[in-house]
């Protein structure tokens, strides 16, 4: 079973504008990642935030994370036709050594130009 | 090479054949998962190798799945008597052990007719 669930399954967008997609999940985690899929293709790792973090920014994108909701936000900042994906988030909960890592369902956001 | 390789990128075998898919993780990576993801889903755990072992094999569906990953580096996912609804693209994704960022091969397309 999926430990993530992302909100919204699809979204479609103006290019320019700002994208923002939401994951839940059920346990409690050490930490959390965003991965984007271009169809057909190979995952690509963007961000990872730790547990004990509540934001993070790399470029365009910015993550938050609340572990009182279970809860974690991708967020796109002026959207390009290329950022055009499935995106997904994964989280870490293991508690051994070993390291689990769950994808959820996923969001495909689509920019129209 | 300088990412994961999964062979071959397409198989299509017929119903109760034997099936074996290969990756080859990025060297230096002792951490190395296996993903089944169907159409519009996201990746569905199988199974983690830390170094040779299996850390955690909670996610194959039943015996009629095995992975190896004798020297620590390649593996091979095993599929035996291979059913219709074992149809999917299997990922395959090394990581460097605690970091946690998966880096993804392009998946081995697998249809069952």
Redesign the interface.
């Known amino acids: 079973s999926q430990q993530g669930e992302e909100d919204p399954q699809a979204l479609s967008i103006q290019e320019g504008e700002n994208a923002t997609m939401n994951c839940s999940y059920k346990t409690s985690i050490n930490n959390l990642q965003w991965y984007r899929q271009n169809s057909g293709r190979g995952l690509v790792h963007l961000i990872l935030i730790r547990s004990n973090e509540r934001e993070k920014h790399s470029g365009r994108l910015r993550v938050t994370l609340d572990t009182s909701k279970k809860s974690s936000s991708l967020l796109i900042t002026a959207s390009r036709a290329a950022d055009t994906a499935s995106y997904f988030c994964a989280t870490d909960w293991s508690r051994s050594s070993a390291s689990k890592i769950i994808f959820g369902s996923g969001t495909r956001l689509s920019i129209r130009p | 090479g300088a990412g994961?390789s999964q062979t071959p990128s397409n198989k299509v075998t017929e119903k109760g054949k034997y099936v074996e898919l290969r990756c080859d993780p990025i060297s230096g990576h002792t951490?190395l998962?296996w993903?089944r993801q169907s159409l519009g889903?996201?990746?569905?755990?199988l199974i983690?190798f830390?170094g040779t072992g299996a850390?955690?094999d909670?996610g194959l569906p039943n015996d009629r799945f095995f992975a190896v990953r004798p020297e620590g580096s390649v593996s091979t996912l095993k599929i035996q008597r291979t059913e219709r609804g074992d149809s999917a693209v299997y990922?395959c994704?090394s990581?460097l052990a605690?970091t946690?960022?998966?880096?993804?091969?392009?998946?081995s397309r697998l249809t069952v007719l």
């Open positions: 994961v951490a998962y993903y889903q996201g990746p569905e755990f983690y830390q850390a955690d909670s990922l994704a990581a605690g946690g960022e998966l880096f993804f091969g392009e998946g």
